[in-house]
């Protein structure tokens, strides 16, 4: 979906460091989540946000931080303390009604130098 | 805890055939059930979803159909074509407002 931008494509990390990853939607969708995909598995929830200045943790959230000061943008930090950052990383937007569909980027591959 | 369990893992059929995917899920508030489909390195992309309030959707060679009783619901593709190789990922929406996927299915379309 062209209303969902993830940036950079390729990210490479060296040890001790944060990496922070870009997500921008122009759907005016309320709600955004950001998803971890490692090889040969399924999308693993890390955090989501309904509303502006409002966040809550997914399945996955240790060693990531993120924060949504505006509606369009939805920033995921990956911090020194995730030690295996390696994976396929997906953000996603919906419409914050039940029973909608959320929209992906294109993600953002992660590797450790 | 909720879950969404998918089956097969990886399925592998003759081009014309049909390919049918199943998942089950845990919590019985969950309303929604969309089906993704995923190409190598590529986003998911939504191919068709089911609301609880039917039991069957379909969309040209794509059909979907729901059993709330039993909380298992399924992807039906028919005359399946090589461009159809790719992972499928079910899906579920328990409250509050986030998916639940299951493990995804790996399709392989033989010509």
């Known amino acids: 979906d062209g209303g969902i931008t993830q940036s950079p494509k390729y990210l490479f990390r060296k040890e001790g460091q944060n990496v922070t990853l870009s997500c921008e939607q122009n759907?005016?969708?309320?709600?955004m989540y950001w998803y971890r995909q490692d090889p040969g598995q399924g999308l693993r929830l890390i955090y989501y946000?309904?509303?502006?200045?409002?966040?809550q943790k997914g399945d996955i959230a240790e060693g990531y931080s993120v924060s949504r000061e505006k509606k369009e943008s939805f920033p995921l930090t990956v911090t020194s303390a995730q030690k295996n950052p390696t994976a396929f990383y997906l953000c996603?937007?919906?419409?914050?009604?039940?029973?909608?569909?959320?929209?992906f980027g294109d993600g953002t591959r992660l590797s450790i130098l | 805890g909720e879950n969404v369990e998918q089956h097969p893992s990886t399925l592998s059929v003759q081009e014309g055939d049909s390919a049918v995917i199943k998942c089950t899920y845990s919590?019985?508030?969950?309303?929604?059930f969309p089906w993704y489909k995923q190409e190598l390195g590529k986003r998911p992309q939504l191919i068709i979803d089911i609301r609880s309030n039917v039991g069957e959707k379909k969309d040209q060679r794509i059909a979907v159909t729901l059993n709330k009783t039993a909380k298992h619901f399924s992807l039906h593709i028919t005359e399946t074509q090589p461009e159809d190789s790719a992972v499928y990922f079910c899906a579920a929406d328990p409250p509050p407002g986030k998916l639940i996927f299951g493990q995804g299915t790996t399709l392989q379309v033989k010509p």
């Open positions: 919590d019985s508030a969950s309303n929604y």
């Open positions: 946000s309904q509303i502006v200045n409002d966040f």
């Open positions: 996603a937007s919906s419409i914050l009604t039940e029973d909608q569909p959320q929209h």
């Open positions: 759907l005016n969708h309320d709600a």
